[in-house]
Every structure is written in structure tokens, then in C-alpha cells.
């Protein structure tokens, strides 16, 4: 199984181009059927070897079933500290992420969703917050229903 991706981030490349059609795309592949949480997240031309490590390591979802909020971990954590463990700060198989659905998540939710990495051992201490205020999302692709 693959998934779309659409990566932007302030300054970078636009998820759109001229004509308004998406670009910018990654793919994130299934590793091991056996574990559906395990991705690997490349450019779509790169094979998925090549792919970083993103692993969901816990959601939560409206009263409806629709994913809310993730957890999502550069693979393995690799890094000690005394509250917990943490992946590495470089570019591949490192990371923590909150993902959201919406731009905002309420503080109860991201004090769920902290609450629940603690739980399963990570440190939060390189966890850094994002500005989402003024965020234009002009030239980005979002994917139609959402």
C-alpha cells in the first residue's frame, strides 16, 4: 500500500504548480504488512528503501472515527535522557511529531497526545511547538473533503 503525501512548509516549494495541479509529492509505503504503523516516506521516484522511517505511534479520533490527532516517531528512538528516550535530531531516522487535522489543536488534545508519548516512554524535551497563526496556505495542495 502507498500513500500521497503533500510536504510545504513555510519557504519551501509550493504543493501546486501553475496550472494548480499537485507537486511536491512523497510517497510513505508499508514495510512490513505486519506492522501497519512502520512507513517509509520517500520522493515518489526513489525506491522505497531510500525511504525515512515514520512510525504512528498512537491517534486519536473524533466520536465519528475520523483521525484527529497522531503521534508520529523518525523510527526507533536512539537517544537517552533521564524522563525518557528520543530519536536522533538529523535528517533521517530522527524526529517526533503531533499531527492534527485542522491547523489547531486544542490544548486538551496536545495534552492528551503529550500524556501518551510520556506513557510509552519518549521525553519531551526536543518537542518544539509550531506557530500556525498566519500561516497562508496559498500554492498548497489539500486534498479535496478534508
Known amino acids: 500500500m502507498v500513500l500521497s503525501v503533500y510536504n510545504s512548509y513555510d519557504g519551501g516549494q509550493p504543493t501546486i504548480d501553475a496550472d494548480g495541479k499537485p507537486t511536491n ?8 504488512n505486519k506492522e501497519p504503523s512502520k512507513l517509509a516516506v520517500a520522493p515518489c521516484f526513489l525506491p ?3 525511504g525515512g522511517k515514520y512510525w504512528v505511534m498512537g491517534f486519536g479520533s473524533t466520536s465519528d ?8 516517531s523518525g523510527g526507533s528512538p536512539t537517544q537517552k535522557y533521564d524522563d525518557g528516550c528520543t530519536t536522533g535530531t538529523g535528517y533521517f531516522n530522527s524526529g517526533l511529531w503531533i499531527f492534527s487535522r485542522k491547523p489547531f489543536l486544542s490544548e486538551e488534545k496536545l495534552a492528551e497526545a503529550k500524556a501518551l508519548l ?8 526536543l518537542l518544539k ?7 497562508s496556505y496559498s500554492n498548497t495542495y489539500i486534498k479535496p473533503g478534508l
Open 118 to 125: 510520556v506513557n510509552k516512554g519518549y521525553t519531551l524535551q
Open 25 to 32: 509529492r512523497l510517497c510513505a509505503s508499508l514495510t512490513d
Open 129 to 135: 511547538k509550531v506557530r500556525q497563526a498566519d500561516c
Open 48 to 50: 522505497t528503501i531510500a
Open 65 to 72: 472515527g475520523q483521525y484527529e490527532w497522531a503521534m508520529i
